[in-house]
T-cell receptor
Framework: DQQVKQNSPSLSVQEGRISILNCDYT??????FLWYKKYPAEGPTFLIS?????DKNEDGRFTVFLNKSAKHLSLHIVPSQPGDSAVYFC??????????????FGRGTQLTVWP | KAGVTQTPRYLIKTRGQQVTLSCSPI?????VSWYQQTPGQGLQFLFE???????NKGNFPGRFSGRQFSNSRSEMNVSTLELGDSALYLC???????????FGPGTRLLVL
């Protein structure tokens, strides 16, 4: 049962343009959402997070938007750079029950930024 | 501040053997979680420890076990290895159970 879904396995964007990565979730107990960047055979690197009490969080070129009613979040990267090319994972967690201390991951989106 | 470290980085075992993987969290972090990444299943949660207590466990067989020591370092053990246990095993640490998790580089396990 995939509680976090990233429906686009890949995204190709030209350098300097905006990259938008999308993520949907089903569990209403999730209240904390994160984006990680990952290279093959390495551990995920934390990028940015958002609490369910907010609808937007920015950190430099990265902005995450949360739409709780739609159970949807997105990561915007502006401007995109070739070094951003990697797999991006959306993750979610909660504060109780089976969600405590556990990240639920999407299957990832391979972002390719070309010059 | 040093990041999460995992040892060993690579491991080759044969079916039926057992293996122990080690994780040292970021200094000051008391929560350690373990994940398995495979091409077929993606990133799957194994278990989470906080102050030497297992607080949550994923849907893995009893062959997968773990523990945490008083210095927050953690180990996970897989007994009676199967071919399907070949995966990247990732450890993550956080200050507390509900805080952001930071990942180590992982241990690549190959079971022959």
């Amino acid at each position: 049962d995939q509680q976090v879904k990233q429906n686009s396995p890949s995204l190709s964007v030209q350098e300097g343009r905006i990259s938008i990565l999308n993520c949907d979730y089903t569990n209403s107990m999730f209240d904390y959402f994160l984006w990680y960047k990952k290279y093959p055979a390495e551990g995920p690197t934390f990028l940015i997070s958002i609490s369910s009490i907010k609808d937007k969080n920015e950190d430099g070129r990265f902005t995450v938007f949360l739409n709780k009613s739609a159970k949807h979040l997105s990561l915007h990267i502006v401007p995109s750079q070739p070094g951003d090319s990697a797999v991006y994972f959306c993750a979610a967690s909660g504060r109780g029950g089976s969600t405590l201390g556990r990240l639920y991951f999407g299957r990832g989106t391979q972002l390719t930024v070309w010059p | 501040k040093a990041g999460v470290t995992q040892t060993p980085r690579y491991l080759i075992k044969t079916r039926g053997q057992q293996v122990t993987l080690s994780c040292s969290p970021i200094s000051g972090h008391r929560s350690v979680s373990w994940y398995q990444q495979t091409p077929g299943q993606g990133l799957q949660f194994l278990f989470e420890y906080f102050s030497e207590t297992q607080r949550n466990k994923g849907n893995f067989p009893g062959r997968f076990s773990g523990r945490q020591f008083s210095n927050s370092r953690s180990e996970m053990n897989v007994s009676t290895l199967e071919l399907g246990d070949s995966a990247l095993y990732l450890c993550a640490s956080s200050k507390d159970t509900t805080e952001t998790q930071y990942f180590g580089p992982g241990t690549r396990l190959l079971v022959l």
